[in-house]
């Protein structure tokens, strides 16, 4: 099984490293990970990377017990943060990811050039879905295309077979992210396929049923769905079976009234993302949508809004409205012009 997919891994990281990074001759290109991280997916970027003149380095760590800041006390912080400091570009394939970690936040700050792409927890099987078989200036026309029309509209409703039906209305002025996989430009990206954005909060009522994922807390694919009742954006009711309660328990334990409120909503539109478990990969799933609970970052809402934590859930074959005309059925794009874009993706 080490030659699974051995060609086309060579492939998909040959365009990560010269058309979503576009490495120049000479540049530091910092690669880390963990134990947990899939070492066929690193070599093979370290030797895509180092074919086009740059200069790969690759960092591994122990696995840390938990992401971000939550990481710190397990991580060699001193000499992380001042490899970071004089890096080009990032890829980081770490299983419990350096995001919002203290090394990312100072070398975000202090290193203006840095390049960083977001690539938790990839293995080779996904590496070759949703990055080597990816039409990318397609993706990018679509994805501009649907962010376009999404925003434009005032009113917003969503549902799905497994129960959810939810309506929101968008808040003029505020801006999208939007995951076109290219991290050619200083900053943090992430893999392509992902739109997200934060509504007006009071205006989110209704039902939302994950029946994908929910991380944290749970881990993997949901075993039964978690049903949600929204009002004012506010979850007012948690039901299922035991990951529900237990999803409910973890927000409570915070004590804190955020943990309870929408964050943001997202598209999910990479051709080859399958339910796998993975959030990175989950949150990508076409056809899906996304909410998020908890802290919302400065890059959604102007100042952000503070919550000790963060949590997303998957809600698989969306049918979307916008002010009314339905532009997606179960999934699948009814948009005449999305549609045409979509079928050169290969949906």
């Avoid at 050039?113 to 990018?140: A, Q, S, W």
């Avoid at 919550?307 to 002010?323: E, K, M, T, Y």
Wanted: glycine share 10%; charged share 25%; hydrophobic share 40%.
């Amino acid at each position: 099984m080490s030659y699974y997919y051995e060609y086309e891994l060579g492939k998909a990281a040959k365009i990560l490293c010269e058309e979503l990074f576009k490495l120049k001759p000479g540049e530091t290109f910092l690669i880390t990970a963990d134990t947990e991280s899939e070492k066929r997916v690193v070599d093979a970027t370290a030797r895509a990377a180092f074919a086009c003149d740059a200069k790969p380095m690759v960092i591994y760590t122990a696995s840390p017990l938990g992401v971000g800041k939550a990481a710190d006390p397990m991580l060699p912080l001193e000499s992380l943060t001042a490899a970071l400091l004089k890096a080009d570009a990032w890829v980081e394939f770490n299983n419990k990811w350096l995001l919002y970690s203290t090394p990312y936040d100072i070398a975000m700050k202090e290193n203006p050039k840095l390049r960083h792409l977001c690539l938790v927890g990839m293995n080779v099987d996904m590496m070759v879905r949703c990055i080597g078989r990816v039409d990318y200036p397609t993706l990018e026309k679509f994805e501009k295309l649907i962010t376009d029309k999404t925003l434009s509209a005032k009113h917003i409703r969503i549902t799905t077979p497994a129960g959810t039906d939810v309506e929101f209305d968008n808040e003029p002025g505020r801006k999208p992210i939007m995951e076109l996989g290219y991290a050619d430009t200083p900053g943090s990206h992430m893999m392509a396929g992902q739109i997200g954005w934060s509504p007006n909060f009071e205006s989110i009522n209704g039902t939302i049923v994950f029946d994908g994922s929910l991380v944290p807390p749970c881990v993997g694919i949901l075993k039964e769905p978690v049903r949600l009742t929204v009002e004012k954006g506010v979850i007012v009711k948690i039901e299922g079976g035991k990951e529900a309660a237990e999803f409910e328990k973890w927000l409570k334990s915070f004590n804190h009234p955020q943990m309870l409120r929408l964050a943001h909503v997202c598209y999910g539109f990479n051709p080859g993302a399958r339910l796998t478990g993975d959030i990175l990969e989950d949150e990508r799933v076409w056809g899906a949508t996304e909410w998020g609970m908890g802290n919302v970052g400065g890059i959604l809402v102007p100042g952000g809004i503070s919550g000790p934590s963060h949590s997303d859930g998957i809600c698989l074959n969306s049918s979307v409205w916008l002010d009314g005309v339905q532009i997606m059925d179960k999934g699948q794009v009814l948009d005449p012009e999305l549609k045409e874009l979509a079928k050169k993706l290969g949906m």
